[in-house]
């Protein structure tokens, strides 16, 4: 009857919408991932020839490669401060706590900040990324910057009798080192930190620090009472 020829023909352009959509949405995700990729190729044609300009070797060549390689599958080859200073204050403040609050309170005598202090501390924050196998730092470089870990797997390791490279203590995200330079209490560092996965690490000099601390005496006391409590730890060790 007429009822159900209506029906079946509103069924039928139900169907065609539905479909057209899903071809629609599908087309248009192909795109996006074939325009990112297009962009992406694009900027290692020029990276490929500026290292050929440099003759840069194949085993460094290699390791750029797989740097942009990393960032591009992560997802991480934007402009992250620019990206920042273009959100609202509330909105940039509420995303750096999101991002960082949990790793500040791993950190001992960054524990239990106010929110406040929490946001001018991170924003003083240089993060890079470092390459599985390679050296973050040994034994013996001149940096005094606190290094927090905030993605990936580290490993504290040194040099056997025969040469060989062992494992002392493996880190993950939140693991904090350097904290005795950061401190003062050597301009040298004396351990050797390798990446065992592709790491991202956030660094905080000493001298980045001195605005926040005149500003905030109550932090400025904290981490001096926590310089005293390890020099006197290490005194009894």
């Known amino acids: 009857n007429s009822a159900e020829r209506i029906f079946c023909c509103l069924v039928i352009m139900l169907g065609t919408f539905v479909w057209a959509y899903i071809v629609g949405s599908f087309s248009s995700t192909l795109q996006n991932m074939d325009r990112d990729k297009a962009k992406f190729d694009e900027e290692m044609r020029s990276i490929k020839a500026m290292m050929r300009f440099h003759e840069v070797p194949d085993d460094l060549s290699d390791r750029i490669d797989a740097f942009f390689q990393y960032k591009f599958e992560s997802h991480t080859m934007f402009d992250d401060q620019r990206i920042m200073d273009s959100l609202p204050t509330r909105i940039?403040?509420?995303?750096?706590?999101?991002?960082?609050?949990?790793?500040?309170?791993?950190?001992?005598?960054?524990?239990?900040?106010?929110?406040?202090?929490?946001?001018?501390?991170?924003?003083?924050?240089k993060s890079f990324s470092v390459l599985p196998a390679d050296y973050l730092f040994r034994v013996g470089d001149p940096y005094v910057e606190l290094c927090v870990l905030t993605k990936?797997?580290?490993?504290?390791?040194?040099?056997?009798?025969?040469?060989?490279?062992?494992?002392?203590?493996?880190?993950?995200?939140?693991?904090?080192?350097?904290?005795?330079?950061?401190?003062?209490?050597?301009?040298?560092?004396?351990?050797?930190?390798?990446?065992?996965?592709?790491?991202?690490?956030?660094?905080?000099?000493?001298?980045?620090?001195?605005?926040?601390?005149?500003?905030?005496?109550?932090?400025?006391?904290?981490?001096?009472?926590?310089?005293?409590?390890k020099k006197e730890m290490e005194k009894g060790l």
């Open 92 to 125: 940039r403040t509420d995303f750096i706590l999101h991002r960082f609050r949990n790793i500040i309170n791993m950190i001992p005598f960054f524990r239990g900040c106010r929110e406040d202090v929490i946001i001018e501390i991170v924003t003083r924050f």
């Open 152 to 229: 990936g797997r580290m490993a504290m390791v040194h040099e056997s009798k025969g040469g060989d490279e062992v494992m002392e203590a493996e880190y993950f995200k939140g693991a904090f080192f350097g904290e005795s330079e950061f401190l003062g209490f050597g301009k040298e560092r004396t351990v050797t930190i390798r990446a065992r996965t592709f790491c991202e690490i956030s660094t905080l000099h000493p001298e980045d620090m001195e605005s926040v601390l005149r500003k905030h005496v109550k932090l400025r006391r904290r981490l001096e009472k926590y310089a005293r409590l």
